[in-house]
């Protein structure tokens, strides 16, 4: 089966660390589309002073699918932690960039370096364009950047109503489009709905491409609330956040977390006012979807994330069920 898996941050490189070891058994083809509109850190660091994409959620991806667990990718995770221009940055952030500066191509230094660890799989951006997210909040505020968004929204005086990209017209790479339109199974999430999910989608062809592709679609339901994106939200109001973008309804699944994290971690989060998302499987199931729902924690870390091997467990079931049909 083709699989295309859609979106940035940690959510998706904990995906991807899962469903690597499907390959080439049971996946024929696994893709990555990944958000470049990080403007934190060290990747905000590199688009600001070298105007290239933010490379760090690639990096974070490229990682993830290395076939081995070795030395060379231990170097291209590490980050510096003194040095008055290097502390900060990631090695791999700035292997990149040199890359890019060098070949004078994103997509390039992308392939070089998912050749140099050997990744099962193939990483693409949503563009190779620098890209600014901009939302209006319903305080009438206008912020731009997504650190800036997520910063604004911990504020707690007002939500997201809108969000788009600065320039509206960037174009998606072709690789991007063909692998959607060739997908068996699109995966959007895990991760943060509104800096790591959405971006991809707002891409004008990633969403035509992702209409127009017959491929079953599934999102993944985050575990806990994000503070300041989307505090209260239930599974069924992700849902309709993704199809407010869009235009439209697309989803065909949505899977679900039942588990419920230990006292000591649930308390940890609402410190931050971040709490677990409601799985409201009556209103998804209202709203047309299919809906997979288990407890997909991972209990070995002391935070309300997936368990990748959980994960990958059910998106076998997923294919099975599609085979089925």
Same mark, same amino acid.
């Given at each position: 089966?083709?699989?295309?898996?859609?979106?940035?941050?940690?959510?998706?490189?904990?995906?991807?660390?899962?469903?690597?070891?499907?390959?080439?058994?049971?996946?024929?083809?696994?893709?990555?589309?990944?958000?470049?509109?990080?403007?934190?850190?060290?990747?905000? @660091?590199? @688009?600001?002073?070298?105007?290239?994409?933010?490379?760090?959620?690639?990096?974070?991806?490229?990682?993830?699918?290395?076939?081995?667990?070795?030395?060379?990718?231990?170097?291209?995770?590490?980050?510096?932690?003194?040095?008055?221009?290097?502390?900060?940055?990631?090695?791999?952030?700035?292997?990149?960039?040199?890359?890019?500066?060098?070949?004078?191509?994103?997509?390039?230094?992308?392939?070089?370096?998912?050749?140099?660890?050997?990744?099962?799989?193939?990483?693409?951006?949503?563009?190779?364009?620098?890209?600014?997210?901009?939302?209006?909040?319903?305080?009438?505020?206008?912020?731009?950047?997504?650190?800036?968004?997520?910063?604004?929204?911990?504020?707690?005086?007002?939500?997201?109503?809108?969000?788009?990209?600065?320039?509206?017209?960037?174009?998606?790479?072709?690789?991007?489009?063909?692998?959607?339109?060739?997908?068996?199974?699109?995966?959007?999430?895990?991760?943060?709905?509104?800096?790591?999910?959405?971006?991809?989608?707002?891409?004008?062809?990633?969403?035509?491409?992702?209409?127009?592709?017959?491929?079953?679609?599934?999102? !993944?339901?985050?575990?806990?609330?994000?503070?300041?994106?989307?505090?209260?939200?239930?599974?069924?109001?992700?849902?309709?956040?993704?199809?407010?973008?869009?235009? @439209?309804?697309?989803?065909?699944?949505?899977?679900?977390?039942?588990?419920?994290?230990?006292?000591?971690?649930?308390?940890?989060?609402?410190?931050?006012?971040?709490?677990?998302?409601?799985?409201? !499987?009556?209103?998804?199931?209202?709203?047309?979807?299919?809906?997979?729902?288990?407890?997909?924690?991972?209990?070995?870390?002391?935070?309300?994330?997936?368990?990748?091997?959980?994960?990958?467990?059910?998106?076998?079931?997923?294919?099975?069920?599609?085979?089925?049909?």
């Amino acid at each position: 089966m083709k699989v295309v898996a859609m979106g940035g941050g940690t959510g998706l490189s904990n995906l991807l660390k899962g469903i690597k070891h499907l390959v080439p058994e049971e996946l024929k083809d696994l893709t990555a589309i990944v958000t470049v509109s990080d403007n934190g850190g060290s990747s905000g @660091r590199i @688009r600001e002073e070298l105007n290239i994409p933010a490379p760090g959620d690639i990096r974070n991806c490229i990682t993830a699918l290395a076939e081995d667990e070795d030395i060379l990718t231990e170097v291209f995770k590490y980050r510096f932690s003194e040095g008055e221009c290097l502390k900060g940055h990631s090695f791999g952030n700035l292997f990149l960039s040199v890359l890019t500066k060098i070949t004078g191509n994103f997509l390039e230094a992308i392939e070089t370096v998912s050749d140099i660890l050997k990744i099962k799989g193939q990483i693409v951006p949503s563009t190779i364009e620098v890209v600014d997210l901009v939302a209006k909040f319903s305080d009438g505020s206008v912020i731009k950047g997504e650190t800036q968004i997520t910063e604004y929204g911990k504020k707690l005086i007002a939500k997201i109503e809108k969000i788009w990209l600065e320039p509206s017209d960037v174009k998606a790479p072709q690789e991007a489009i063909q692998k959607i339109l060739q997908a068996e199974l699109i995966i959007l999430g895990p991760g943060s709905l509104y800096t790591s999910i959405i971006p991809n989608l707002l891409v004008r062809d990633i969403k035509n491409a992702i209409l127009e592709s017959n491929a079953y679609k599934i999102y !993944i339901c985050n575990v806990m609330t994000q503070y300041g994106e989307t505090d209260g939200y239930t599974a069924s109001d992700h849902v309709k956040a993704l199809y407010d973008v869009v235009g @439209r309804p697309f989803l065909d699944a949505v899977i679900v977390n039942t588990g419920i994290p230990e006292n000591k971690i649930i308390e940890k989060y609402m410190e931050e006012h971040s709490e677990p998302v409601v799985a409201d !499987i009556g209103n998804l199931v209202r709203m047309g979807v299919k809906v997979y729902a288990k407890n997909l924690l991972n209990t070995s870390w002391n935070l309300a994330r997936h368990n990748p091997i959980k994960l990958a467990s059910l998106i076998m079931e997923v294919i099975h069920d599609l085979k089925v049909k």
